[in-house]
């Protein structure tokens, strides 16, 4: 009897089953236990060659002596790189701050530091390079620090005289861009050709400092790569630990992915690189890169070469012209083909807003009208059900008893009175893929991470700190429910009196961005109904 109901009841519960998991599902099934703090390592993959240790990669342990750090600083980007070996060992991103405090420190990317390790190497591998045998080169720096001044760009070059060969290693930086160019430039002075190849890598540890737990969200923390059999594929830490992944392809990119940011090396787009993702040894510590192609330079010759490095938000705009594909690392689930026009709206409502609660109030309107038919024509349905209750009831006094009997009477009555019985639930179902696409687009898009609202609300990606949306959500769906035709059946009557409590209960652990939509939702929904109820009646 009034399957209907329990047909809604089922989707209900199996969405908020779905998405309760989504919250927690990315914890690492295998987190090693607690130890030492991981060593940092210089891991050096050797250059293929024709003899049997072509695929061997060297992992060595280096002991820094002499270290000397320099500190680049642009607009949006402070940057610490280490002149042995010319490494990237912290980052952080000045438009990001960690918390809304007022004093709050830069968001840290790349960091090492003796608790943790998350750092970007590049260098030249190959029997003339400067890589070999795990050991890392000492560069000469001219200055301590740099400062992105008047104009776009910045250089900052690291110079090295390796036997007859000048290297020049030159990180290019530029205004308002989280994008880093590494470039190599090479003089060959002697008389015999230079032969190497460049690699790119990301080492880092498992560690997220900042990531929530419990019942907060967990997002993915893991690697990532595109190639051209593969347009985007995840390889999580636990992938990683089962068995390494290496592939040759031409172009393509590898990265490190976390929640609203990334790091990825990008090759040069028309060069065949070979990509290799694995974890060092039995530490709590990976790597994934890429070597790229064979270069020579030749007896008194110049040669240049190189790759680019991200490191930044998941900025989508910014990233499909960084890399193909590169965007994918923001991931809307399998509801992306709705989740980006969702966005693309949000993205054209705030810039007319201003602010991205009112973007997602007047978002929750368009939406609504768009549906607007289609949720007429079912509470319509549902206010002539609401005049059937008392036929109802009669109906349940007589085959009480009977079951089959009562509910091919109500069956009957229904098609008497040209009541679709499916016409109560169709809003709430559709809304489900909106409202799923909407949450994957709170929960990745950085656009949206510590933007306010208005009053207590002051970041729409976390939950309301004092629960004030989802108690009103809780009301407005009673108050939207005793609108509707009740069960027949007391139980079902008692599992929809205490939904309001439940939905209270689930959105208490959501974004308050998406108890916002559903609320707003709600209230234009009561709105609806009580007008077309109010007319079916007086009519």
Request: aromatic fraction near 12%.
């Amino acid at each position: 009897m009034d399957w209907q109901r329990n047909l809604l009841l089922a989707a209900i519960v199996a969405v908020f089953a779905v998405l309760f998991i989504r919250w927690n599902e990315f914890q690492e099934s295998r987190r090693p236990p607690p130890g030492a703090a991981a060593q940092e390592e210089v891991y050096v993959p050797e250059t293929p060659a024709a003899a049997p240790a072509a695929d061997r990669q060297i992992e060595e342990a280096a002991t820094p002596g002499n270290v000397r750090l320099v500190t680049v600083e642009t607009d949006v980007l402070r940057v610490v790189i280490d002149t042995q070996g010319g490494d990237l060992v912290r980052a952080e991103l000045l438009q990001y701050p960690l918390s809304q405090d007022e004093h709050a420190d830069p968001f840290p990317m790349l960091n090492r530091t003796r608790d943790r390790i998350y750092v970007a190497q590049s260098g030249l591998i190959g029997p003339d390079a400067t890589d070999r045998g795990g050991a890392r080169p000492q560069f000469h720096a001219e200055r301590d620090s740099y400062t992105l001044e008047a104009g776009g760009e910045l250089r900052v070059p690291l110079r090295l005289l390796h036997g007859d060969v000048e290297i020049t290693k030159e990180f290019v930086f530029r205004r308002g861009d989280y994008l880093i160019g590494i470039r190599y430039r090479l003089q060959n002075q002697g008389d015999q050709p230079w032969v190497g190849r460049m690699f790119g890598q990301i080492q880092r540890d498992r560690h997220d400092p900042v990531a929530s737990g419990g019942f907060g969200m967990k997002p993915y923390l893991g690697a990532a790569l595109s190639t051209t059999d593969e347009n985007y594929k995840k390889l999580s830490f636990g992938d990683l630990d089962d068995k390494s992944f290496e592939t040759q392809r031409e172009g393509g990119w590898v990265a490190m992915v976390q929640h609203y940011f990334i790091s990825a090396w990008i090759p040069p787009a028309n060069q065949t690189n070979r990509f290799q993702l694995r974890r060092l040894g039995n530490r709590d510590l990976y790597a994934l890169g890429f070597i790229g192609s064979e270069e020579r330079v030749g007896p008194g010759q110049e040669g240049s070469f190189g790759a680019d490095f991200y490191v930044g938000p998941k900025d989508q705009d910014h990233l499909e012209e960084i890399a193909p594909f590169l965007d994918l690392t923001i991931d809307y689930g399998w509801l992306w083909w709705l989740a980006k026009p969702l966005f693309a709206g949000l993205q054209l409502l705030h810039g007319l807003l201003g602010n991205w609660g009112w973007a997602i109030v007047a978002l929750t309107v368009l939406i609504k009208l768009v549906f607007f038919p289609l949720s007429a024509a079912s509470y319509r349905s549902m206010a002539r059900m609401r005049k059937l209750q008392p036929e109802m009831l009669s109906l349940r006094e007589r085959h009480g008893d009977d079951r089959q009997k009562l509910s091919q009477e109500v069956m009957a009555l229904y098609k008497r009175e040209k009541v679709n019985p499916m016409g109560g639930c169709l809003p709430m179902l559709i809304q489900m893929p909106v409202f799923i696409a909407l949450y994957w687009v709170l929960s990745e898009s950085v656009e949206l991470r510590q933007a306010p609202w208005m009053l207590w609300i002051t970041d729409l990606s976390v939950r309301d700190p004092y629960y004030v949306l989802p108690i009103l959500n809780g009301i407005s769906m009673y108050v939207l429910q005793t609108l509707q035709p009740a069960p027949p059946d007391p139980t079902q009557a008692k599992v929809m009196r205490i939904m309001p409590v439940a939905f209270s209960f689930f959105f208490v652990l959501f974004p308050a961005g998406l108890v916002l939509y559903w609320t707003v939702n709600s209230i234009l929904s009561i709105a609806q109904q009580w007008v077309i109820t109010k007319r079916i009646e007086a009519g």
